[in-house]
């Protein structure tokens, strides 16, 4: 397990503009997450929070034009995707992972001998998985459905990204994404930043800060209330500050 100075944020984004396929996407965000936190990124379609979250784990088709990101006190702008999951990030896609002929068990055996640079024994592995599987009360023919949330305890990441991970799931499934996410927050000091443009999965968690991004901008933060907020009243007070903002780009 890699070791961080206690004062250095876990997470450190300054400034960054990213750009995709030579549209400019996100302007100048500024956003700190420290060890044990989880904050949430919402904001309405298209805003950009995947993008931010691709950015973050290295994804090389999101150019980063100005700015920096720092992990664990290390400048990562640079670095490729798997080296930023060895030093213990992670990001759970938008959309299902489908690995065809590889079984989920062994799909996430290779991401675990990714993360910890070890050949992971089948044996440690099955009594791990199963392990996992009763916290979660998980049905194994669910399948690709808990696939994410299986990967995010079996891991252990120290900053878990989780893009949607609520998106068409009904309200089952959604009760066991958020107790593997509980369950995560209560037994590692892994951090989270939990993307979302619902708010289903937050109602029983605990939220240390709410971000807002609408058109590329940060334009609000708050703390988990936040969330409760926009629960009643959307992102529509939000869009003026984000018009303000792009006008003085
Ligand atoms: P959100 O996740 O907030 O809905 P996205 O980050 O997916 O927003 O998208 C933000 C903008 O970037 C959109 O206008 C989208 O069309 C564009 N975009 C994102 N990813 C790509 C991509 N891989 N190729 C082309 N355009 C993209
Ligand atoms: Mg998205």
Same mark, same amino acid.
């Given at each position: 397990m890699e070791e961080s100075d206690m004062?250095?944020?876990?997470l450190n984004v300054k400034n960054l503009s990213v750009n995709v396929e030579e549209k400019s996407i996100l302007h100048g965000i500024n956003l700190t997450i420290n060890k044990g936190e989880t904050h949430v990124l919402m904001g309405p379609n298209g805003a950009g929070k995947s993008t931010l979250g691709c950015t973050l784990m290295g994804?090389?088709?999101?150019?980063?034009?100005d700015g920096e990101i720092f992990f664990g006190g290390e400048n990562?702008?640079?670095?490729?995707a798997d080296k930023r999951a060895k030093l213990g990030m992670f990001l759970s896609f938008q959309n299902p992972l489908e690995v065809p002929g590889i079984s989920l068990s062994n799909f996430i055996r290779s991401a675990l001998s990714a993360r910890t640079g070890k050949n992971v024994r089948i044996w440690d592995f099955n009594k791990e998985l199963q392990k996992a599987m009763e916290v979660l009360d998980? $049905?194994?023919?669910? +399948?690709?459905?808990d696939l994410k949330i299986l990967q995010l305890l079996l891991l252990n990441p120290s900053l878990a990204i989780l893009d949607?991970? $609520?998106? +068409?799931? $009904?309200v089952d499934a959604v009760r066991t994404v958020s107790k593997g996410i509980e369950e995560y927050q209560k037994s590692k000091d892994g951090a989270l930043l939990i993307i979302t443009h619902s708010t289903r999965i937050l109602e029983s968690l605990h939220v240390d800060k709410t971000h807002v991004l609408v058109d590329g901008h940060l334009v609000a933060e708050g703390d988990g209330s936040l969330v409760d907020e926009i629960n009643e009243h959307g992102f529509e007070q939000f869009i003026v500050s984000a018009n303000e903002k792009g006008e003085n780009n």
């Open positions: 004062s250095e944020p876990l994804n090389p088709n999101y150019h980063v034009t990562i702008t640079k670095e490729a998980m $049905d194994p023919s669910y +399948g690709f459905r949607e991970t $609520d998106s +068409g799931l $009904d």
